[in-house]
Structures are given as C-alpha cells and as structure tokens.
T-cell receptor, first 116, second 120 residues
Framework: AQTVTQSQPEMSVQEAETVTLSCTYD???????LFWYKQPPSRQMILVIR??????QNATENRFSVNFQKAAKSFSLKISDSQLGDTAMYFC?????????????FGKGTRLHILP | EAGVAQSPRYKIIEKRQSVAFWCNPI?????LYWYQQILGQGPKLLIQ????????DSQLPKDRFSAERLKGVDSTLKIQPAKLEDSAVYLC??????????????????FGPGTRLTVT
C-alpha cells in the first residue's frame, strides 16, 4: 500500500522569503503521479503542481517548483518569493498512473503561514 | 466553467440523527469522488464513482454511510445514524476521466468547497 508522509505539521516564513515543504512517500509502483495541493482557509482544494514519475525534469509553475528524487522517494515543494496569499494547508499526494485506479493518497498536510 | 458545487456548506446534527450531502460535479466529468477530511488530517477517499457505477468503496463504513449517483451526474452521500466521530469536512471532487484531446491522461481532480459536519 502507498503511504505519503509530511513531517512538518506547521511552518511560518516572512513574506518574500523562500520556503520548502517536505514530503516522502512509499510505493512499489514505477509509474505514478505526485501532486501538491493547496487548501486555503476557505477550504477549496486546488492543484498547485504535479510531477509524473517517468519525467526526470522537476516540474515548475511560476513561483512553485518541486525537487523530485525518485530513488529517495522524496518530493519537496519550494515556494519562492512567498506571498500572503500562499497561507494555506499544503497536501502532498500520490496517485497510480492507471486510468481507473486513480485513487489519490494524501499526506496529513503542512500548515504554512506567510507573515507580513 | 462552473466548478464542483456542494450543499449544504455547514450542518450541525445530534448523534444518531441522519444527514445527507449533495454534490454536482463539473459538467461532463465522468468520475466523482467523496472524501472525508477530519480536522488536522488529509482527505480520505470514501467512495469513487465512474459514471453511475461504483469503482471503489472499500473505505466507506457501509453500516451507516451510503452514496448514490443517479444518472451519472449529481451524487448524494448519506449518514444514518451519525456518530460523534463523523464530525469532519466532506469533500466532493470530480475528474473528466479517460484521456483528454491529444491523448493526455486527465489526472486532475477538481474539488468542491466541502460540507462541514458537526455531530453533537
């Protein structure tokens, strides 16, 4: 069974700083997706960034980038030039690369506070 | 494009009462999910539908929880009778399913705002 572990329950950083959120996972699969989801205080979960396991290049989306280490089963999220609107719960998530078996396994989340 | 709609947004009930939640997925999305998110934890999948058929309900407490997706569109999740430990946010999500134009796998799930249930 797949598991996702986020070891940082809560973090705080000053606005404009860079912050890295950690995630490790365990799987015997070779093909899968990894995601970071953001859940602001209003509760609607939105996708921040995704990484396909077969791609060696780390995904980037504007100020968000990942450090994907497949052998180490590590998938960290870096937020550059952090903004107040980045304050949210962040969930690391895993999904098998299969059309019907697409259940997402979520970690417990990291609560991120961006301080003015 | 309208997002995933859920109602009600908040519900307070006493233990042993019944409650129902409603979800309207994004138009055309074949796959629908119900998650339970207990405070301080990540969402846990309760049930997954592909059109109006159940794909996975292995973590649904079937003695008290039930869900249906009539006509493969809207879905309802019911709890009867509720227990204190059912207090949580219930999230609905949908995914297009299959492949997108160009053969890309449609991986993204779109979430609704959730229903916060408090059982007293």
């Amino acid at each position: 069974a797949q598991t996702v572990t986020q070891s940082q329950p809560e973090m705080s950083v000053q606005e404009a700083e860079t912050v890295t959120l950690s995630c490790t996972y365990d799987t015997s699969e070779n093909n899968y997706y990894l995601f970071w989801y953001k859940q602001p205080p209003s509760r609607q979960m939105i996708l921040v960034i995704r990484q396909e396991a077969y791609k060696q290049q780390n995904a980037t989306e504007n100020r968000f980038s990942v450090n994907f280490q497949k052998a180490a089963k590590s998938f960290s999220l870096k937020i550059s030039d952090s903004q107040l609107g980045d304050t949210a719960m962040y969930f690391c998530a895993f999904m098998k690369h299969m059309n019907r078996d697409d259940k997402i396994i979520f970690g417990k989340g990291t609560r991120l506070h961006i301080l003015p | 494009e309208a997002g995933v709609a859920q109602s009600p947004r908040y519900k307070i009930i006493e233990k042993r009462q019944s409650v129902a939640f409603w979800c309207n997925p994004i138009s055309g999305h074949a796959t629908l999910y119900w998650y339970q998110q207990i405070l301080g934890q990540g969402p846990k999948l309760l049930i997954q539908f592909q059109n109006n058929g159940v794909v996975d309900d292995s973590q649904l407490p079937k003695d008290r929880f039930s869900a249906e997706r009539l006509k493969g569109v809207d879905s309802t999740l019911k709890i009867q009778p509720a227990k204190l430990e059912d207090s949580a946010v219930y999230l609905c999500a949908s995914r297009q399913g299959g492949t997108l134009a160009g053969g890309l796998f449609s991986y993204e799930q779109y979430f609704g705002p959730g229903t916060r249930l408090t059982v007293t």
